[in-house]
């Protein structure tokens, strides 16, 4: 009898562990996009965004802005400050969530390595959840004679397919305009320039709802032991 009941609990147990061990991984912040190192400075400035859609609920820990590999910046910090913002579309007159990043290194740098993949200033922020299937805006300011947003220099900007997506985000399309301070952009372009980028982790269960499937797990293991107890009886 000993021998079963353990057997069930290790069957409930491993269960359980095989269960919570992607959303243990699921926790790590994700970057949302990964753009190509902007080939050259450029002093674009004004608001560039990107329209996303989450493909599953997501929470937003941390937004981030391009960090030039050139001079001044030589991949370091930030030298200008720059508002990061994100806009639900069905209300684009304030944001969801906002902050200034730099001048400096933020919250640390991440994405790379260049040139295959940008590098970014990025600022926790409280975390806010996204839902699966609405639409959003993220934008990003940059200053006018500053050259600390990406792009290329030939004024066609970096092509929009080049740019990669984390799974469970959906890029839909590029604005800008050229105000100066942080806004919701609605000039569409079909290339791009960086710019804002955001990171995520996957929305987990609660806590109550890891009760409920131990519980359930459990009482599998125990209407397996009943079972085997029944038939030595029988």
């Given at each position: 009898m ?25 926790r790590?912040s ?34 981030d802005?391009?960090?030039?590999p ?10 200008d ?80 397919g080049?740019?990669?997506t984390?799974?469970?985000i ?26 804002p ?38």
């Amino acid at each position: 009898m000993l021998k079963t009941i353990r057997k069930a609990s290790s069957i409930a147990l491993a269960a359980l562990i095989l269960w919570a061990a992607p959303l243990a991984a699921a926790r790590a912040s994700t970057l949302a996009f990964s753009v190509p190192e902007a080939n050259a400075t450029y002093t674009q400035f004004g608001n560039d965004g990107f329209t996303f859609t989450p493909t599953t609920n997501i929470t937003v820990t941390a937004l981030d802005y391009y960090l030039s590999p050139y001079a001044p910046e030589n991949g370091t910090a930030l030298i200008d400050p720059h508002g990061v913002g994100i806009y639900a579309v069905s209300d684009p007159s304030t944001p969801l969530v906002e902050t200034t990043i730099g001048p400096g290194a933020g919250s640390g740098i991440v994405g790379g390595p260049g040139p295959t993949n940008s590098f970014f200033v990025s600022q926790s922020i409280t975390p806010i959840e996204l839902y699966a299937g609405q639409q959003y805006m993220l934008a990003g300011y940059s200053q006018p004679n500053e050259n600390e947003n990406g792009g290329n220099p030939s004024g066609a900007g970096i092509p929009f397919g080049s740019i990669v997506t984390a799974p469970g985000i959906t890029l839909n399309a590029y604005y800008y305009d050229y105000n100066t301070q942080l806004d919701y952009p609605t000039i569409p372009y079909p290339t791009t320039y960086v710019g804002p980028d955001f990171q995520f982790t996957a929305v987990t269960p609660e806590p109550a709802s890891l009760t409920l499937l131990a519980s359930g797990l459990l009482a599998a293991g125990g209407f397996y032991f009943g079972r085997r107890r029944r038939r030595r009886v029988t």
